[in-house]
């Protein structure tokens, strides 16, 4: 299949209309003639992903997050965008991204996080239009669960490397919003809902302030591992659709926390 039809059929599957206004989805990169024999998938493109997928004879990436979101005078090896770009190039690897619109789709990271943690009665938080299913999620646990078996669970629901929580160990949630990525600006909507916990990446300090003022329990974790919950759902969703193989590729490990105080007097 050539590369213009592809990107087509994918356009259909997850409209770029389901995107922010400020997002930059679909084909970015690749020569429209191409035949596409294989397609790999990862959460970013960057050189390692680029070229793991050259490994495995793939000559689309599909990612999640883009090589380029916002106008870009210049494309320089000295960045991570572009030097994604000139390999990609080089090896003649064509770069798709579905991102916030793949947020947004009615299968798509918020309704899979959602269904990964067990939740019934799942709507989102801030419903879409045009198809789209919308911003976050909120549902229903099966039984109350303690802020801190909460934690614990969703670290394995999720495959996660860490997870942090503000508020009482010992708090009772039963009704949990979330939002895969950045999603502090929705704790407001949480509350509004009627959530007893809200969970997303990168959540900031004054959005934790607000939270916490509001009486929701707060959780968060990393950006990337949150979102990559969804990619094993958006690979089999492409070879679905297209009819060519696809396999996700792992990328660089999550960097890393350490507590410098707990290294002190060691060697």
């Not at 087509?8 to 084909?27: F, H, V």
């Not at 495959?159 to 929580?165: C, D, E, F």
Request: charge should be negative; charged fraction near 20%.
């Amino acid at each position: 299949m050539k590369l213009l039809e592809l990107a087509n059929r994918l356009d259909r599957l997850i409209p770029p209309e389901w995107a922010e206004g400020w997002d930059n989805p679909g084909l970015l990169s690749g020569n429209p003639e191409w035949e596409i024999g294989k397609i790999a998938v990862s959460l970013n493109p960057t050189p390692v992903s680029i070229r793991r997928a050259s490994e495995i004879g793939a000559n689309l990436l599909v990612t999640h997050h883009p090589a380029l979101i916002q106008p870009t005078p210049r494309v320089l090896p000295e960045t991570v965008s572009g030097a994604s770009l000139f390999d990609s190039i080089t090896l003649g690897i064509a770069l798709y991204a579905v991102h916030t619109n793949w947020d947004n789709a009615p299968r798509g990271v918020n309704r899979i996080l959602a269904e990964k943690a067990g939740l019934a009665e799942v709507v989102p938080l801030l419903p879409g239009q045009n198809g789209a299913w919308g911003a976050g999620a909120i549902g229903e646990l099966k039984e109350p669960i303690r802020l801190d078996a909460l934690s614990a669970f969703l670290r394995e629901a999720w495959g996660l490397s860490w997870i942090r929580a503000v508020g009482k160990p010992d708090s009772q949630v039963r009704r949990l919003a979330l939002c895969g990525g950045a999603g502090g600006a929705l704790v407001p909507e949480a509350f509004r809902k009627g959530a007893d916990a809200f969970v997303s990446a990168d959540l900031r300090y004054h959005e934790t302030l607000e939270g916490r003022f509001l009486g929701l329990s707060l959780l968060t974790c990393d950006h990337g591992e949150m979102e990559a919950a969804s990619l094993d759902d958006l690979c089999r969703l492409i070879m679905t659709e297209t009819g060519i193989p696809a396999i996700v590729i792992e990328e660089e490990e999550t960097p890393g926390f350490f507590d410098l105080a707990n290294r002190r007097g060691k060697a």
